[in-house]
């Protein structure tokens, strides 16, 4: 399983759906024009609602929905594994950073920071095309249950699960260095999981994108102050 952590056996495992992919997009509809691309539910989401507007689609959940979060586990830790290695922890030692727990840590919560600052960016973009814009929380009631979801809603949805998925395998199977909080962080994404996964079946996806923002926004700050706690506290 040491290819979860290694960034070019996980490109190659990315590039091989996306290569049949569009071998098939350049190819079959020469062949067989109605044929739908197996490989799509992989790069796409699935299962939009077939009445629903070409100009304003809407999407629901599906069994095709864990065919892309598998896809997507790997791109995230494929993301992952290539900005810390290549990027954060060279700069870790820029800062002066020597003790390589130190190091890890700094690329750990530098990539979080990250990560967070994108989703609960993408995440506010969102919440400005739903009722709900700026927690108008009346709305996470109002025609409840919310079946549909505008197709940016279900793909952001999606990604954050099989971002946690990633972030729950790594360190289950112990890809990396354990940490005194270990039993904590594993409780933490187990919870975390059971959330994700309970409120997308139970269509709660709408308050879903307010709760993930009110997490996302505070845990930039969070992880950049323990950030730069790494860095103090080796010099």
Request: aromatic residues 18%; charged residues 15%; neutral net charge.
């Amino acid at each position: 399983m040491r290819w979860v952590v290694v960034p070019s056996s996980l490109l190659k495992l990315l590039l091989i759906p996306l290569t049949f992919w569009a071998n098939w997009e350049l190819f079959v509809p020469y062949l067989a024009p109605n044929a739908s691309n197996p490989f799509s539910p992989l790069l796409f989401i699935s299962h939009r609602i077939s009445d629903s507007s070409p100009q304003d689609p809407r999407y629901q959940k599906g069994w095709l929905d864990l065919l892309f979060i598998a896809y997507y586990i790997i791109f995230w830790s494929f993301v992952r594994q290539t900005i810390t290695v290549h990027l954060l922890k060279p700069l870790g030692k820029w800062f002066g950073l020597t003790k390589e727990a130190k190091i890890d840590r700094f690329a750990e919560q530098g990539y979080a920071a990250m990560y967070f600052a994108v989703m609960a960016s993408w995440g506010l973009r969102i919440m400005s095309q739903l009722p709900t814009w700026w927690y108008q929380t009346e709305h996470f009631w109002i025609d409840y249950p919310h079946w549909e979801m505008i197709p940016e809603l279900k793909t952001y949805y999606l990604m954050q699960s099989a971002y946690w998925c990633q972030q729950f395998i790594v360190m289950v199977l112990g890809l990396e260095k354990p940490r005194k909080d270990y039993h904590i962080l594993v409780a933490h994404h187990a919870v975390t999981l059971y959330l994700i996964g309970g409120s997308y079946l139970t269509n709660m996806t709408v308050i879903g994108n307010a709760v993930y923002l009110s997490m996302d926004l505070p845990d930039i700050f969070l992880a950049v102050r323990i950030e730069t706690q790494s860095e103090e506290y080796d010099r």
